[in-house]
């Protein structure tokens, strides 16, 4: 495969959801699939001080009428909103790595490092994409192996899926891999 990388573009700059690399000599495909994070702790940061200043400012304003009950319970709010923020954003760095090359795929998960890592010999790889149970559930998308599978994109939209499966499929079933091709 030519080198490509496709991009989904979202309001503002462009966030990569699925990223496709393939080198340039067709021995190695990588996808680098991760869900789409629509603030980036910086702005993160700026709406939850906004928020906690609005919510602090009103609680301390019933305070000051003689409602000093209402201080605590804006705290407390002020806190599980701020830890509602840290989940999401680090659920949000949550990276999948499928490479194909000749002989192997390999597909890898984790954050800042790879924390589970799921190898098969291509050629007895299966790209899965099932149908949902019911019709407002999700498909899943896996990668299939002598009963074992992998899920991918669990994150993903339905087009994205749809279309990462299709491009699993066309690559793992190629048979012009070059000779030799090793990862």
């Not at 996808?31 to 709406?47: C, D, E, F, G, Y």
């Not at 400012?57 to 840290?86: D, N």
């Not at 760095?93 to 098969?120: D, F, H, L, M």
Request: hydrophobic share 45%; glycine share 6%; aromatic share 10%.
């Amino acid at each position: 495969c030519a080198l490509c990388i496709r991009v989904a573009r979202i309001d503002g700059p462009t966030r990569t959801v699925v990223e496709l690399v393939c080198d340039p000599e067709g021995k190695d495909c990588h996808w680098v699939i991760r869900p789409n994070q629509s603030l980036t702790w910086r702005q993160a940061i700026q709406v939850y001080a906004a928020i906690a200043i609005v919510c602090l400012g009103i609680g301390i304003a019933y305070s000051l009428h003689g409602f000093w009950t209402v201080l605590p319970f804006a705290g407390l709010e002020i806190l599980v909103l701020g830890v509602a923020f840290y989940l999401c954003l680090t659920r949000s760095q949550i990276r999948e790595v499928v490479t194909v090359n000749a002989s192997v795929v390999t597909v890898e998960k984790g954050r800042k490092i790879p924390e589970e890592r799921w190898e098969c010999p291509r050629a007895w790889a299966r790209v899965r994409l099932e149908p949902p149970q019911f019709a407002w559930y999700p498909s899943r998308l896996a990668i299939a192996y002598q009963g074992r599978q992998v899920e991918l994109g669990a994150f993903l939209n339905e087009e994205e899926r749809r279309a990462l499966a299709a491009e699993l499929q066309q690559v793992i079933q190629r048979d012009d891999w070059q000779p030799g091709s090793q990862a």
